[in-house]
């Protein structure tokens, strides 16, 4: 898909944005957003008919990529909460819904480094609702045929031991983050966090890869006043930060 708007959203001093996916200010295509899964991206396909092709070119423009996937989940969110609602109400009045199942891609899950399992786990659970599956055995079913590489391997190699396991979605789900979870990862992200320092970068760059570590920290939530300090704390002494710790003792 791309998105078409004019000169009324260019940014007010004529320079393209430096935090958007593409530098052209009239063309947003699915190349411009790699980091974006397939399922995000339809989703944003599916929000532009809602508010508006222009709007999530802006969007694009200007979001970090961290904030467009947020944004992308929350809207399939939005529509599994919708379809639920739908669901319900067709049920409570006695009417038969009429609802046809979507089959919707999933990318492999392998369980190497640097991989999301909490994004994958969203797109498989989308893909579960929009297939209209509700039985246990058969999301377990679905959810391992994404899995590859290691995951794949360690969890046929489950069934192959014990041909009971995964029980249940929920117990495959648990099973699955206490194999491949983020608790290294959101150690190491919570560590570098602490110990991050701008260096040679310029702000914006220091402020993404700051966002993206605290991105990482799920299970154990950092506080704000320590985020705040500590993203203080890494600047390069200069204005910035003197204006920045001034403002911060003022509060």
């Excluded at 397939?38 to 802006?58: C, F, K, N, S, Y």
């Excluded at 961290?66 to 669901?87: C, M, N, S, Y």
Aim: with cysteine.
């Amino acid at each position: 898909m791309e998105f078409e708007h004019g000169a009324e959203n260019q940014p007010m001093d004529g320079l393209p944005s430096m935090r958007g996916p593409s530098k052209s200010a009239t063309h947003i295509a699915r190349a411009d957003c790699p980091h974006l899964s397939d399922p995000e991206w339809e989703a944003l396909q599916r929000l532009a008919t809602v508010i508006g092709e222009a709007a999530v070119a802006t969007m694009l423009r200007t979001l970090s990529p961290t904030e467009q996937h947020g944004v992308a989940l929350g809207f399939i969110v939005k529509e599994q909460r919708d379809a639920a609602a739908a669901t319900t109400t067709m049920v409570s009045s006695g009417t038969t819904p009429r609802v046809q199942s979507l089959k919707l891609h999933v990318s492999n899950y392998v369980g190497k480094e640097g991989e999301s399992l909490l994004r994958w786990l969203v797109e498989v659970g989308t893909a579960i609702a929009a297939r209209r599956i509700f039985d246990d055995p058969s999301k377990v079913a679905f959810a391992m045929s994404c899995l590859g590489g290691r995951a794949g391997s360690w969890a046929y190699g489950r069934r192959l031991t014990d041909a009971t396991c995964f029980g249940t979605y929920a117990e495959f789900k648990e099973e699955l983050r206490q194999a491949f979870g983020p608790p290294k990862n959101e150690f190491r992200s919570r560590a570098e966090f602490l110990d991050l320092q701008q260096g040679k970068h310029d702000i914006h760059a220091y402020a993404q890869r700051a966002r993206y570590l605290v991105s990482n920290i799920v299970t154990n939530p950092m506080d704000e006043a320590t985020k705040v300090v500590t993203f203080i704390k890494g600047l390069r002494n200069g204005p910035v930060k003197t204006y920045l710790f001034r403002d911060l003792n003022c509060m």
